[in-house]
């Protein structure tokens, strides 16, 4: 079966780190670009990062120089590696796979994590 499954999401105070991991499975994980969304309460959901099938990455301008997206094909796995947390990084983070394929679309949604920065 078809699926992501998001980990590593926690309570962390102010200026903490933590690494995301969402693990994916029933596709060709190396040929589809993967994306981390998040989610706060009574907003919309907005993009964090992206990592395309090549390697390319592409960032929200409030997380840049603080989180990194990355990729190993290897594991079916993609990370966001979170640092100098703020408390407006609280949200419900969500890793979102899609092949980018016009003919042959298939998109797939994880559970989300929770990620609750406070002091």
């Known amino acids: 079966q078809v699926q992501l499954v998001e980990s590593g999401g926690g309570l962390v105070q102010p200026g903490g780190s933590l690494r995301l991991s969402c693990a994916a499975s029933?596709?060709?994980?190396?040929?589809?670009?993967m994306t981390w969304y998040r989610q706060a309460p009574g907003t919309e959901r907005e993009l964090v990062a992206d990592?395309?099938?090549?390697?390319?990455?592409t960032y929200e301008d409030s997380v840049k120089g603080r989180f990194t997206i990355s990729r190993d094909n290897g594991k079916n796995t993609v990370y966001l590696q979170m640092n100098n947390l703020k408390l407006e990084d609280t949200a419900v983070y969500y890793c979102?796979?899609?092949?980018?394929?016009?003919?042959?679309?298939?998109?797939?949604w994880g559970q989300g994590t929770q990620v609750t920065v406070s002091s």
């Open positions: 029933g596709f060709t994980f190396s040929h589809y670009s």
């Open positions: 979102f796979a899609d092949n980018r394929d016009t003919w042959y679309s298939h998109k797939c």
């Open positions: 990592i395309t099938a090549s390697g390319i990455t």
